[in-house]
């Protein structure tokens, strides 16, 4: 059973960093590609990141390139969101999605996914 487990938010002041954790349970991440959403209040949920398995193509939101990073680390089955120079519009609850064959060629989109893990909140604000 895919089960994804998200840490590391939390109240970050503006132009701070944050890195959040995706870890797997009951299987190999690597051999799924991953993405990071997030979901604002009142706003649909959008692609931030996403990290290609194989071989391991980054793609990024125009809003977040430049300033996030993701990567994976094989050994601790866990995928990374690194977040620096964060900004009030940054706040939302953050999400990682597996899988192996995406439904959708873009790996930012959300359909292209079945297996989502709960979520973590991070707020941006002074």
């Known amino acids: 059973q895919v089960q994804l487990a998200e840490s590391g938010g939390g109240l970050v002041q503006p132009g701070g960093s944050l890195r959040l954790s995706c870890a797997a349970s009951g299987f190999a991440l690597d051999y799924y590609t991953i993405g990071w959403f997030r979901q604002a209040p009142g706003k649909e949920r959008e692609g931030v990141s996403c990290?290609?398995?194989?071989?391991?193509?980054?793609y990024y939101a125009d809003s977040v390139k430049g300033r996030f990073t993701i990567s994976r680390d094989n050994a601790k089955n866990t995928v990374y969101l690194q977040m620096s120079g964060l900004k009030p519009e940054d706040t939302a609850v953050y999400y990682c999605?597996?899988?192996?064959?995406?439904?959708?060629?873009?790996?930012?989109?959300?359909?292209?996914?079945?297996?989502w893990g709960q979520g973590t909140q991070v707020t941006v604000s002074s």
């Open positions: 999605a597996a899988e192996v064959h995406l439904r959708r060629s873009n790996c930012l989109s959300l359909t292209a996914y079945d297996n």
């Open positions: 990290i290609r398995r194989g071989d391991g193509s980054t």
